[in-house]
């Protein structure tokens, strides 16, 4: 007769540390690619409509990720419940949330959004609890703690500078806030144990093809025909956030969450605007303030005590 014996602790996968390289180096690598896509993205708010902008850039991603695919030897192909999941997750991380995104860049900086998406950490956290039983570490809650203290001075430092009047604020934080609920949704997704059974890059090439799909359906009807510049820097802009953006970063980024969770995988976000505002001094002249230094700070600290959390082993259900 099989034992019923629930399985031992030394069953279950140990968890890799954070401060490994199989999780540091990819952590590290989307941290600064995402941190420079900001400043390519503010280029993008032109005379082309948003939501093609964001059409464009995921038809190269997902031109990019099936040949990536394809040389990796994945299959190219999902069964209906895949198709449902792609279609899920495309609409969500890559239409909703980036069309959220790109309208937020219309009434608040960049920098500022940066910031705001340095949040991720907490919905991840609480919907990964609510949905999927996740067990939050002690370690984790203190660093989001500091972390999030730095993110308020940060805020305050954007929020200064910023020449738009309250009305367009809160018009760009409300939509950000939207992108960061649907990237979160997106992100969650993936530490279903049914999605992290699904070969990332197959998984990814159809999300963003649903996206791109998606996005285009959405422009032609907010806009009409699409409409496109011919401007190199728009043209780079595009390739760059496809390419380097998204083929690059998001396997990385969602082997992170199916390694580390999703709650932890979001600290890169802390990362990004900071990469951002390095990238701002070197290329805009931005000035740091002692207000944005203590942020950064805060934030990399609180970066780090939770990056040395172990997160507490949630019991897995039978059934």
């Known amino acids: 007769m099989a034992s019923s014996a629930p399985a031992s602790a030394s069953d279950t996968p140990e968890e890799p540390s954070m401060l490994s390289a199989r999780v540091l180096v990819p952590f590290l690598l ?23 902008s964001v ?16 040389w990796r030897k994945a299959p190219l192909r999902l069964d209906r419940q895949g198709q449902l999941i792609a279609l899920a997750l495309g609409l969500f991380q890559f239409s909703a949330n980036f069309n959220f995104v790109y309208r937020s860049e219309a009434y608040i900086t960049s920098g500022l959004l940066a910031v705001l998406f340095a949040m991720l950490m907490v919905p991840n956290a609480l919907l990964s609890r609510i949905f999927l039983g996740a067990r939050i570490a002690g370690g984790f809650i203190v660093g989001t703690a500091v972390a999030l203290a730095g993110i ?24 950000a806030l939207c992108a960061i609920l649907c990237a979160s949704i997106a992100n969650v997704m993936q530490s279903a144990e049914r999605v992290k059974a699904m070969p990332i890059l197959s998984l990814l090439a159809w999300a963003m093809l649903w996206g791109a ?12 025909a699409p409409v496109f510049e011919s401007r190199p820097a728009y043209l780079g802009g595009i390739v760059y956030l496809g390419l380097m953006g998204s083929v690059v970063t998001f396997p990385m980024y969602f082997a992170l969450i199916r390694d580390i969770g999703a709650a932890r995988a979001a600290y890169s976000s802390v990362l990004v605007p900071v990469v951002a505002m390095v990238l701002s001094t070197l290329f805009e002249g931005y000035r740091w303030s002692l207000l944005a230094g203590a942020g950064a700070a805060l934030g990399m600290i609180g970066l780090v005590i939770a990056m040395r959390a172990r997160t507490p082993r949630t019991p897995r259900l039978s059934g």
């Open 30 to 52: 989307v941290s600064l690619i995402w941190g420079s896509t900001w400043l390519v993205i503010k280029d993008q708010i032109s005379s082309v409509p948003p939501t093609w």
């Open 213 to 224: 799909l998606g996005n285009a359906a959405l422009g032609w009807a907010l806009y009409g």
């Open 55 to 70: 059409s464009y850039r995921f038809a190269v991603a997902a031109i990019g990720m099936f040949a990536l695919a394809w």
């Open 152 to 175: 308020a001075l940060l805020f305050v430092q954007e929020y200064r500078a910023m020449p738009a009047d309250l009305s367009d604020v809160m018009k760009g934080l409300g939509l």
